[in-house]
């Protein structure tokens, strides 16, 4: 009896045995570290990347003027089209010129009378001075011709200054581009009559270099500050238009706002962009893009590798067969990556897959390799 009882203890003990080995090879022979999370991991590497901190932004024009008639008339010619680009000291309206032109001449006139007056009183008081040194006239004579002398001499300036005054009149009655550029819809019509400063007649804007303008916070200033004193690099900022579409041309920074808005706690920054296609509208709405810190070779991992706790962020890299945690200092998000500042060097194995449920020190077997 207690032969036949030791002969099947000893079926059962090897029966527990070879399970126990199939267990502990997975079933595959391989062996395996008794509970050991499977992980997947990847190598840790640099790599190119473009970081761009991206800011919403307003196309502004670098120079713009408000075209109103400084003189009283009717406008009796409109030289260009709606919406057509000038040049500088083209022609653009003109206002009614009969009565400035006749101010004109006789303002003209009332100069060559004036100078004339003047040329004869100067001849006079130099010929009663030699007659007084002959004592052949009084004294009273010469001191009244030298009065007139005054006299037509403040004529001839006063005459001059009407001259002036007709000259510019004239002159504003055509009214030209101060600058180059696109003009808008015109706001009056041939026949219009209009005054000093009334009505709007068109607006004029400038159309390349546009400027580009978007706010920063306080944070960002020294860094601003300091992109507009060193030489920028071309794609330092770039922007994307309304359509998503990227602008062929990069800009630079061209003004700094004097002061931070008070109750916004923001600053403006403006940038100028070479617009020869005239692609670029005032008032358009635009994304600048800007290059920082993160841009070139950097150290990137998949964003779901970390693990944040208590404000800091951590990932497990495989050492020795154990997870072990490292403290990282993110950067940028780069599509489903994030640049590590710092933290990782590089040839670090770093789990990807399987984090949740690991500690410090966990044993791990790693699955594959991204």
Sequence with gaps: MNIHRNLYLNAILIVLAAVAVTACTGGNGAPRMAGAATVTAMDVLSKEVESLDSYPATVVPVNEVELRP????????????????????????????????????????????????????????????????????????????????????????AAKAQLSSSTNDLQYSTIKAPFAGTIGIHQVRVGAQVSPGQPLLNTLSSDDPVAVDFVINEKEIPRFNRLKREEQPDSLFTMALSDGSKYPYSGKVIAIDRAVGRQTGTLTIRLSFPNPEKDLIPGMTVDVKVLNQDHGKQIAIPYKAVVEQMGEYFVYVVQDGKAHQVRIQLGSIVGGDIVVRDGLKGGEKLIVNGIQKLREGSAVEVASNN
């Design 70 to 157: 400084q003189l009283s008339g009717y406008i009796t010619e409109i030289f260009v089209k709606d919406g057509e680009t000038v040049k500088k000291g083209q022609k653009l309206y003109e206002i009614d010129r009969t009565k400035y032109i006749a101010s004109y001449h006789q303002a003209k006139a009332n100069v060559s009378t004036a100078e004339a007056n003047l040329a004869k009183i100067e001849q006079d008081v130099k010929r009663y001075e030699a007659l007084r040194e002959q004592d052949a006239i009084a004294a009273q004579k010469v001191d009244y011709a030298k009065a007139d002398l005054q006299t037509a001499k403040a004529q001839v300036d």
